[in-house]
């Protein structure tokens, strides 16, 4: 069984409500979720002009492969209703695979740890309250450690 860490976002509708929605049905496929973080009201990275977001995050175990697992999730999203729309743009539910073990994976379409993971709050801050003491595999550093050098990248932008 592999150990797997996905991101839950969701900026339209009842958001929370779609997030929890998202997580039970991940929990109907062969995906054992042990640990869910607190919801948390984030802005929108990319595109700024959009609702905020609610994020969260959820550690599982699953004997699914990487592939089988991303092909899950974006059937999930699919039947919550999410529409293709522009990249970083609104959306109904996210779902992204942060970590599948310590695996590192980049092929067309599935690239883990995934690659943005670092930079953006809404992901390490849900994540670090489940898991600080993941090991990043190419960064080899905590997620907490993660978390605390963004926040301090912020800190002196000008």
């Not at 640990?35 to 599982?60: C, H, L």
């Not at 959306?91 to 073990?101: C, K, T």
């Not at 943005?116 to 809404?122: A, G, I």
Request: glycine share 4%.
């Amino acid at each position: 069984m592999a150990i797997v860490h996905i991101g839950i976002g969701s900026n339209i509708g009842d958001r929370r409500a779609n997030c929890m929605k998202a997580i039970k049905n991940i929990k109907n496929h062969d995906i054992d979720v042990k640990k869910i973080s607190s919801p948390y009201e984030t802005k929108p990275w990319g595109i700024k002009d959009q609702p905020d977001f609610i994020n969260m995050t959820v550690e599982a175990e699953t004997s699914l492969s990487p592939e089988e697992l991303l092909k899950v999730l974006k059937d999930i999203e699919k039947e919550m209703g999410r529409e293709d729309s522009v990249r970083w743009g609104p959306r109904l539910i996210d779902l992204d695979i942060l970590f599948y073990d310590d695996r590192v994976i980049d092929i067309e379409n599935l690239r883990i740890p995934h690659p943005l993971l670092y930079k953006r709050d809404f992901v390490l801050l849900p994540l670090s309250e489940i898991a600080p003491d993941k090991i990043h595999p190419l960064f080899k550093k905590t997620v907490k450690q993660l978390k605390e050098e963004m926040k301090n990248d912020k800190n002196t932008d000008s």
